[in-house]
């Protein structure tokens, strides 16, 4: 047995995420600094001494899963006493001492900034026993981002995000993000593209820069020179990023769009509402004929590029007139994909305080609504996913299917999932397939393998 681990007996970490990009982020730095103490992941919460659920708070839904999930966690605790059970992300942060009132089960609360400290947190929690809280905000002009260790052995892939940006300082009415995520701090150009190399130099193909609002990315440079001096790097053979913001998406961008050959054929550019009216109620700054003109001129720039979006439907006062404005959106932009919410009502956001009065919507309706959008969308995905049919797509290569291990999974540029049978001989992680699809669903295609190359086909020329 070395030192090291003599000095570090083995503990395991159960870790589940909610949520979105950046909590997935945040788990991977929490395992990468736990690790330095000896903590593994496992499985099950049987097998660990320390659960952590790393929470989201965006809608009420992920808040009730996480009270349920806890209630669980309560009868494996009183079998075994010993076992350390700790809440992080968005809801830590929101609810900070009253969790530990609404869970007993729960030793330790930490929000998004304390990712830094959590091998002093998870420490203290052990040996002192007492409940702990962290849920301080670091100020903007202070804080330091959690560095990614990709050699340290988080699980590691042939993707990776790379955080460029932190919190929101928009003021979208509805949103709990600014509350939970604090102000926005853009990360050090230099620490990005150092992270960028290290992923890199472990076999990382593709990463994806992720913040809640990319566009007003100011660390050193704008989000377009970020975009073109990240595609420079050495092995990175495809390049993403999310979230944008409508309004603040420039000419740069799209001509980054344009000239950059790593840059994915995709943009998921959230829109919420085709209505103005509610545009403005929640004061998104941009109206519908704006993203429209965004949209255009980008498929203009680059054909065939990928839009997706978010559609949030029944906020307070939304008419059955601004709903149709919603769908005349959808029609006529026909997006690729989209994820579509029922609206929920947050905590201290401004819709919580004015929903009553602009009317509330009643609940069957929202249900209805979000019924007719997700069944357009699926229509249209279905008609783009088709005209794939008979084409050959390049894939890059991220594993086994989840469902049968004879077949592989990955995805296009323009982000389909595809899958297509094969062995890690024929089609290794981290390769680019060339596949000829032959079937499609509203969600993914399916083909067979042409051929298979170390490195992405750039066209002639390249
Ligand atoms: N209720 C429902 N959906 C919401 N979103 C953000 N806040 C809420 C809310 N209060 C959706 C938006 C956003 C996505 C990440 O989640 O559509 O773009
Ligand atoms: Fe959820 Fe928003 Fe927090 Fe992400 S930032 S985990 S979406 S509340």
Not at 189 to 198: H, V, Y
Not at 272 to 281: F, M, P, T, V
Request: glycine fraction near 8%; include cysteine.
């Amino acid at each position: 047995m070395s030192d090291t681990t003599r000095d570090q007996p083995a503990r395991g970490v159960y870790l589940h995420t909610f949520g979105c990009q950046m909590n997935v982020y945040d788990a991977n730095r929490i395992l990468e600094r736990l690790a330095e103490d000896g903590y593994h992941r496992v499985e099950t919460p049987e097998e660990a001494e320390l659960v952590l659920l790393n929470t989201c708070s965006v809608r009420e839904k992920a808040e009730q899963k996480l009270l349920s999930s806890l209630g669980r966690l309560a009868l494996l605790k009183q079998a075994r006493p010993e076992l350390l059970v700790a809440v992080s992300g968005c809801v830590a942060q929101q609810e900070r001492e009253r969790l530990l009132k609404k869970a007993k089960v729960v030793d330790l609360v930490f929000g998004p900034d304390a990712v830094p400290r959590v091998r002093e947190l998870v420490r203290r929690s052990r040996e002192e026993k007492g409940k702990i809280v962290d849920a301080r905000f670091t100020e903007p002009s202070k804080y330091a981002f959690p560095r990614a260790m990709p050699a340290a052995g988080a699980e590691q892939g042939v993707t990776a995000f790379v955080t460029i940006q932190k919190g929101c300082d928009k003021v979208c009415t509805y949103c709990i993000v600014p509350f939970t995520r604090g102000r926005e701090v853009s990360r050090p150009r230099e620490e990005i593209l150092e992270e960028a190399r290290a992923f890199l130099a472990t076999g990382v193909r593709e990463l994806t820069l992720i913040g809640q609002n990319v566009n007003c990315y100011h660390g050193g440079s704008t989000f377009a020179e970020l975009l073109r001096a990240v595609a420079e790097l050495p092995g990175l053979a495809r390049l993403r990023y999310t979230t944008s913001y409508p309004g603040e998406m420039g000419d740069d961008v799209f001509a980054a769009h344009r000239d950059l050959p790593v840059l994915c054929r995709h943009l998921h550019l959230p829109v919420q509402s085709g209505s103005d009216r509610i545009l403005e109620l929640m004061r998104r700054e941009h109206s519908a004929a704006e993203y429209r003109e965004k949209v255009a001129r980008l498929r203009a720039l680059v054909p065939g590029i990928a839009i997706t979006t978010d559609i949030l439907v029944g906020f307070p006062g939304e008419s059955d007139e601004d709903f149709e404005a919603t769908m005349a959106l959808i029609e006529e932009l026909r997006f690729d994909n989209l994820y579509s919410f029922v609206y929920s009502e947050r905590p201290g956001t401004w819709t919580a305080r004015n929903g009553a009065s602009l009317g509330e919507v009643p609940q069957a309706v929202k249900v209805e609504r979000l019924e007719r959008v997700q069944a357009r969308q699926r229509e249209i995905s279905l008609e783009k996913t088709s005209a794939f049919v008979g084409q050959t797509l390049e894939i890059l290569v991220e594993g086994p299917s989840r469902k049968d291990p004879a077949v592989r999974a990955g995805h296009a540029s323009e982000g389909w999932t595809v899958h297509f049978p094969g062995t890690e001989a024929e089609a290794p992680v981290g390769s680019f397939a060339r596949v000829r699809i032959d079937s499609a669903s509203h969600f993914g295609l399916r083909g067979e393998l042409v051929s298979v190359a170390s490195e992405p086909d750039r066209g002639p020329g390249s």
